[in-house]
């Protein structure tokens, strides 16, 4: 039995421009739709606000707050969501520069009280985001541009930065505020002649740990991890004892592109999401497949290499490599959305999402697969902006400098992605799940709406926003949701169906069968059809579901189950009815024991009366007494027979 489409749900692309939203046509195999429940939001009047000031040396994004910084050495903050200008951030000790005074990098604590930023004339300063004042200047870099900056630690008054310059030094700055005087220690963890344009750190913010599920694996971890990369070498640093060593150094794929690196939560792909006890695969380094992984995501020309990261005793260990991605273009920028929900945007303009859980185990997979076009992780994705520039910061050979372009610059959070295309400004939001059903109803694509609810009730479904990754406060926030759209959609249907198409009767049983919610089909939606003069068409359709015992485990109220025997009554299916009866919970029946017991008999219902008292009262001597009325008065009958022709007269 099947009236709604059963195909492998492929988690399809929900996306909107200027502020209207598409569900794009790849919900079903044939349009190889995947992970994508992007929604994004052109920010005109944004975009002209900050294009008007100076010239935007770099740009990034935290909580929706925009931070600009230009060529004259000024930051400005301003809101996403209501396109208007926050603050201005200033300091008399960068405007005393004549020039050499570009803002190269801007970087955020995840908790957004403090931002430090780096500049051309190697200064680095810590800023009070409320206040708008420097709470420390650093200028011991002797003047060498600061291409790269990022916090690897916030602490109550304790702050520790991660800082490339364009010689090719890479910095470890400690800065710890005090009663009278702050104090900033420096230390040279790396230095090479080429610089390293990507610094990234493992650091999150509360809320973005309750987004990525990092509760899940561990409640604290102690020390740290960060990535710092050149168009020659990435390399992976971690704490131990205080000290930071070198664990892993990935030279570079023949590739002209800076590589990228992001941290993140999620499942690799040796996760089954419904393993038997039999199958768990442990790895010979101890990592369950089976939980949530902290996983280090790092790019670099064509591929997409995902990482491990063990957690023992709260701290971090060395990575290990499970999963593998070849694009067809190159990848410039990347990041996670959510758990197991990573988004890239490659240099052919298109923005693409995948599942980390479904990766390819090893490179020759991967680039067999693509190879013989059977990407089954994502599609060509989806053009955005098609004056993006495809590097944020690139290196100019000739002059030995940096040259830096900000137009793409995308920074992402949990559920929100930023860029800036050479005309506009783009916000991108990961749907929340119940607004994508929202969405989905609201154009009546009611058959989508339950695959996709079907979907996420079972734990199918890690690419939308807020799914509550504990299964059973998940299933009841679901099923909720889906019974009201359940009974809107019979509501809808029975208003607007003309014909006498039934086949939305057999889609909201399957439905209900499908979340566990039986009991909510028999006792409310039946009321409707019931309130309506349909209860006929509904039992009809019922019927087979019954007969193959999936009502079974339900409990039918008093009045649900009389309108069912009075249904087939009144057809004269005296027969199925009795059938009926029998496959449904004997708890159902006990409820109407006096009416139930008078219909047995009034209509010689044997098989059901046999069932009920046998199997619901334990009682086996009334069924026996009405099969013998029942012998006696067909016995009666032929002697009334017999009499009337020996008399010549008509039986009737």
């Keep these: 039995i099947s009236s709604y489409e059963k195909k492998k749900y492929n988690k399809n692309n929900v996306l909107s421009m200027n502020d209207t939203i598409f569900v794009l046509e790849q919900f079903y195999n044939e349009h190889k739709g995947k992970h994508d429940f992007i929604h994004f939001r052109k920010k005109q009047k944004l975009f002209d606000r900050i294009s008007k000031n100076n010239i935007v040396t770099c740009v990034y994004a935290r909580n929706n707050v925009i931070f600009v910084g230009s060529k004259n050495g000024l930051i400005k903050t301003y809101s996403c969501d209501k396109e208007n200008e926050y603050k201005t ?55 060498i541009p600061i291409i790269a900056l990022k916090f690897l630690k916030c602490e109550s008054k304790n702050y520790s930065l991660i800082a490339s310059d364009i010689e090719g030094k890479v910095w470890l700055i400690n800065i710890a505020e005090g009663i009278f005087r702050t104090t900033v220690t420096n230390t040279i963890i790396k230095k090479m002649e080429i610089p390293h344009f990507l610094v990234e750190c493992f650091l999150f913010s509360d809320e973005e740990k309750e987004n990525y599920h990092f509760n899940e694996i561990t409640k604290t971890i102690t020390n740290s991890m960060f990535v710092v990369g050149n168009i020659d070498s990435l390399e992976i640093f971690l704490e131990e004892d205080g000290e930071f060593r070198s664990v892993d150094v990935i030279s570079n794929p023949i590739s002209k592109e800076i ?83 990573l988004f890239f945007i490659d240099s052919g303009k298109h923005i693409k999402c995948i599942n980390t859980s479904e990766l390819a185990v090893s490179s020759e997979v991967a680039i067999t697969a693509k190879k013989k076009k059977r990407d089954s992780i994502t599609d060509d994705g989806v053009i955005v902006e098609p004056n993006i520039i495809c590097q944020s910061i690139v290196p100019d050979q000739n002059k030995m400098e940096q040259i830096n372009i900000y137009y793409n ?23 929340e799940w119940n607004k994508c059903l929202n969405e989905l109803k609201s154009r009546f694509w009611w058959n989508k709406l339950f695959c996709l609810g079907i979907d996420i009730y079972k734990g199918k479904v890690t690419g939308l926003a807020d799914i509550p990754i504990q299964d059973e406060y998940r299933k009841r926030r679901v099923q909720h949701v889906i019974k009201e759209f359940a009974k809107e959609y019979v509501n809808t249907q029975i208003e607007t169906n003309i014909t006498e ?46 007969l193959k015992d999936k009502m079974k485990s339900s409990h039918l109220n008093k009045d649900t189950l009389r309108s069912l025997i009075n249904v087939y009554i009144n057809k004269g299916q005296l027969q199925l009815l009795s059938e009926l009866l029998s496959h449904l919970d004997l708890k159902s029946l006990t409820d109407i024991d006096d009416y139930l017991t008078n219909q047995f008999k009034l209509y010689s219902l044997i098989d059901g009366m046999i069932y009920y008292y046998m199997n619901g009262k334990k009682e086996y001597f009334s069924p026996i007494e009405v099969i013998f009325d029942n012998f006696d008065k067909a016995d009666n009958m032929i002697d009334v027979k017999n009499k009337n022709l020996l008399k010549g007269g008509n039986f009737y």
């Design 89 to 143: 951030f200033t300091c008399t000790e960068i405007d005393n520069f004549t020039e050499n005074k570009d803002v190269m990098c801007i970087t955020c604590s995840p908790s957004l009280d403090v931002f430090a930023s780096g500049y051309e004339n190697g200064f680095i300063i810590l800023w009070d985001v409320i206040s708008c004042r420097v709470k420390k200047l650093i200028n011991e870099q002797n003047f």
């Design 259 to 341: 590589p990228d690196a992001c941290f993140g939560c999620g499942y690799t792909p040796f996760y089954n999401p419904s393993p038997s006890k039999d199958s768990i695969t442990l790895s010979p380094n101890a990592l369950d497949f089976t939980k949530l992984q902290v996983l280090l995501t790092i790019s670099w020309g064509l591929s997409i290499q995902v990482y491990a990261v063990p957690v023992v005793r709260s701290e971090l260990q060395e990575p290990i490599q499970v999963g593998y991605y070849a694009n067809t273009c190159p990848i410039i920028r990347m990041g996670f959305l959510t758990s197991s929900i």
């Design 409 to 431: 610059c995308v920074v992402a959070y949990p559920k929100n992605l930023f860029f800036i295309g050479m005309t506009t400004f783009h916000h991108a939001e990961l749907l």
């Design 501 to 546: 198409n039934k086949e939305y009767i057999n889609v909201v049983i399957e439905l209900c069968i499908d979340i566990d919610s039986v009991d909510f089909l028999l006792n409310e939606i039946s009321k409707i059809f019931e309130e309506r003069k349909l209860n006929d068409k509904f039992f009809a359709k019922l019927e087979p579901f019954i």
